[in-house]
């Protein structure tokens, strides 16, 4: 292919077949990147093909496991979310589209909530459009110009987000209220050695999951990983209630009856807390709805006196 029929193969590529490149290139699945995507597979995969004619190579080799991006696929892919980030950059510059787009990680935690009370508050006449997708999806859907910012664990962060620390919020112990330890006020971590703890799903939320197991490892063991995963901190600590597992828990998440909340010792305060953070594309630092998101997390760490 000469520079020429290179220019001329790239007009022809619309931002749906780059979405629908981007999509099954994260879920490396036919039947899941077409269930979000909302077509049929057979639909996806009559895309997909086009894309690779354009391209004229294989973007994607199929197996019996899936799929996986060739060496083509891979060289394509951040070329792939720089256009589509630069075209939902330029809706949002002409002022097309006024909506602040955040994901909170979970939308029944705390911090983020107080950090969206405030930008409400100051600003009322702002659509915000809040998800609930999980860090993972929260960095994909950043660099891809779908959203504008999210919070999540500092254990997220990578060198392609920008972010600032929310605030470090204590972690305490909540088990079973009839469970051996609970008679303590507190509760030695090494103590919990051989307990089955919950730990979310990885394609959720994996900075929390490594935050708890290495809270455990500094008190000398590993953690025993309950085998089910819930889609809420609530439904898990359900699970606790029900006296199948204990689990960590940020302070300001509610435990339900049946639980108790306890410190630990050493307590995850301070320097051993949950460092939440705000992220968002290095590009876009001077964006309206980053810049506002990040003016409410100043007023919330001011109203709250977060650390």
Same mark, same amino acid.
């Given at each position: /292919?000469?520079?020429?029929?290179?220019?001329?193969?790239?007009?022809?590529?619309?931002?749906?077949?780059?979405?629908?490149?981007?999509? @099954?290139?994260?879920? @490396?699945?036919?039947?899941?990147?077409?269930? %979000?995507?909302?077509?049929?597979?057979?639909?996806?995969?009559?895309?997909?093909?086009?894309? +690779?004619?354009?391209?004229?190579?294989?973007?994607?080799?199929?197996?019996?496991?899936?799929?996986?991006?060739?060496?083509?696929?891979? &060289?394509?892919? =951040?070329?792939?979310?720089?256009?589509?980030?630069?075209?939902?950059?330029?809706?949002?510059? /002409?002022?097309?589209?006024?909506?602040? %787009?955040?994901?909170?990680?979970?939308?029944?935690?705390?911090?983020?909530?107080?950090?969206?009370?405030?930008?409400?508050?100051?600003?009322?006449?702002?659509?915000?459009?809040?998800?609930?997708?999980?860090?993972?999806?929260? %960095?994909?859907?950043?660099?891809?110009?779908?959203? *504008?910012?999210?919070?999540?664990?500092?254990?997220?962060?990578?060198?392609?987000?920008?972010? +600032?620390?929310?605030?470090?919020?204590?972690?305490?112990?909540?088990? =079973?209220?009839?469970?051996?330890?609970?008679?303590?006020?507190?509760?030695?971590?090494?103590?919990?050695?051989?307990?089955?703890?919950?730990?979310?799903?990885?394609? @959720?939320?994996?900075?929390?999951?490594?935050?708890?197991?290495?809270?455990?490892?500094?008190?000398?063991?590993? =953690?025993?990983?309950?085998?089910?995963?819930?889609?809420? !901190?609530?439904?898990?600590?359900?699970?606790?209630?029900?006296?199948?597992?204990?689990?960590?828990? @940020?302070?300001?998440?509610?435990?339900?009856?049946?639980?108790?909340?306890?410190?630990?010792?050493?307590?995850?305060?301070?320097?051993? &807390?949950?460092?939440?953070?705000?992220?968002?594309?290095?590009?876009?630092?001077?964006?309206?709805?980053?810049?506002?998101?990040?003016?409410?997390? !100043? *007023?919330?760490?001011? *109203?709250?006196?977060? +650390?």
């Amino acid at each position: /292919m000469n520079p020429g029929q290179g220019a001329s193969v790239a007009d022809d590529i619309d931002l749906r077949l780059l979405r629908y490149f981007l999509v @099954l290139a994260e879920e @490396l699945h036919f039947t899941r990147a077409a269930q %979000r995507l909302f077509v049929s597979q057979p639909a996806l995969s009559n895309q997909v093909r086009r894309l +690779e004619r354009y391209a004229g190579s294989r973007l994607f080799d199929r197996t019996t496991r899936g799929v996986e991006l060739t060496p083509a696929g891979q &060289a394509f892919h =951040p070329y792939a979310e720089r256009a589509v980030a630069a075209l939902r950059a330029g809706i949002a510059a /002409m002022g097309e589209d006024a909506a602040i %787009r955040v994901d909170v990680l979970d939308a029944e935690l705390a911090t983020p909530r107080a950090v969206l009370s405030r930008l409400r508050r100051a600003q009322p006449q702002a659509r915000v459009v809040v998800g609930a997708e999980g860090s993972v999806s929260q %960095r994909r859907r950043i660099l891809a110009g779908d959203l *504008d910012a999210g919070f999540c664990g500092l254990g997220a962060v990578n060198p392609d987000l920008a972010y +600032e620390v929310v605030r470090r919020e204590p972690v305490d112990l909540i088990l =079973p209220a009839g469970h051996r330890l609970a008679r303590r006020r507190r509760i030695p971590f090494g103590d919990l050695a051989g307990e089955t703890f919950y730990l979310p799903n990885e394609g @959720l939320a994996p900075e929390w999951n490594a935050f708890v197991v290495d809270a455990c490892h500094r008190a000398g063991f590993d =953690p025993v990983r309950y085998a089910v995963s819930t889609a809420t !901190a609530t439904a898990a600590l359900d699970l606790v209630a029900e006296g199948v597992c204990v689990t960590l828990s @940020l302070r300001s998440t509610p435990h339900p009856a049946g639980t108790a909340r306890r410190r630990l010792e050493p307590e995850l305060t301070g320097d051993r &807390a949950y460092a939440w953070v705000l992220v968002w594309h290095p590009d876009r630092a001077d964006a309206e709805p980053v810049r506002l998101l990040r003016q409410a997390v !100043a *007023d919330a760490r001011h *109203d709250e006196s977060w +650390e």
